[in-house]
T-cell receptor, first 114, second 113 residues
Framework: EPEVTQTPSHQVTQMGQEVILRCVPISNHLYFYWYRQILGQKVEFLVSFYNNEISEKSEIFDDQFSVERPDGSNFTLKIRSTKLEDSAMYFC????????????FGDGTRLSIL | KQEVTQIPAALSVPEGENLVLNCSFTDSAIYNLQWFRQDPGKGLTSLLLIQSSQREQTSGRLNASLDKSSGRSTLYIAASQPGDSATYLCAVRSGGGADGLTFGKGTHLIIQP
């Protein structure tokens, strides 16, 4: 069964450094998303992406964050200058045609900021 | 602002029992509601999606119902098995053009062999 893949599974970065998290959505899907889950807390929506532009972003997704689809298969989340509070599990998801269809999640990247 | 609550936070039952997980949401103007399971250290696996116009969805031993007007959904698991042990998350896609899902904190389910 097709799945969303994320790399790396674990990223350790020094505070203040830039980090890029990578995702390969399911191949025929058109909507892409990033979520995060701080340890012990709820999964939180960050951003959705459609037709090569941001469709919606939450208040968490400030100027430190950016997303990009650099080629036909990858979808990336960049955090420009990481803070300790950015430590979390970051999940990528995709849905086939619209957000009204099931969102399918990857296994996540655990980001640890030192 | 949409808030999603799941009760109970944790549940431990013997194998073979039927059980019900509850989800409530504060704003009934939703597009859909999705149930997921999350295994430790893993991503979210989509179980069922109910559109706002639907009352229930079934997949195998799972049945999810939706009462939009009262802001409630239940996930019914029949004949539970140890492999059902996981955290079950409820998430809603709110109205007003929202793309993102709003999640509950989940119910941590343990099925005792």
């Amino acid at each position: 069964e097709p799945e969303v893949t994320q790399t790396p599974s674990h990223q350790v970065t020094q505070m203040g450094q830039e980090v890029i998290l990578r995702c390969v959505p399911i191949s025929n899907h058109l909507y892409f998303y990033w979520y995060r889950q701080i340890l012990g807390q709820k999964v939180e929506f960050l951003v959705s992406f459609y037709n090569n532009e941001i469709s919606e972003k939450s208040e968490i997704f400030d100027d430190q964050f950016s997303v990009e689809r650099p080629d036909g298969s990858n979808f990336t989340l960049k955090i420009r200058s990481t803070k300790l509070e950015d430590s979390a599990m970051y999940f990528c998801a995709s849905s086939e045609v619209s957000p009204n269809q099931p969102q399918h999640f990857g296994d996540g990247t655990r980001l640890s900021i030192l | 602002k949409q808030e999603v609550t799941q009760i109970p936070a944790a549940l431990s039952v013997p194998e073979g029992e039927n059980l019900v997980l509850n989800c409530s949401f504060t704003d009934s103007a939703i597009y859909n509601l999705q149930w997921f399971r999350q295994d430790p250290g893993k991503g979210l696996t989509s179980l069922l999606l109910i559109q706002s116009s639907q009352r229930e969805q079934t997949s195998g031993r799972l049945n999810a119902s939706l009462d939009k007007s009262s802001g409630r959904s239940t996930l019914y698991i029949a004949a539970s098995q140890p492999g059902d042990s996981a955290t079950y998350l409820c998430a809603v896609r709110s109205g007003g053009g929202a793309d993102g899902l709003t999640f509950g904190k989940g119910t941590h389910l343990i099925i005792q062999p």
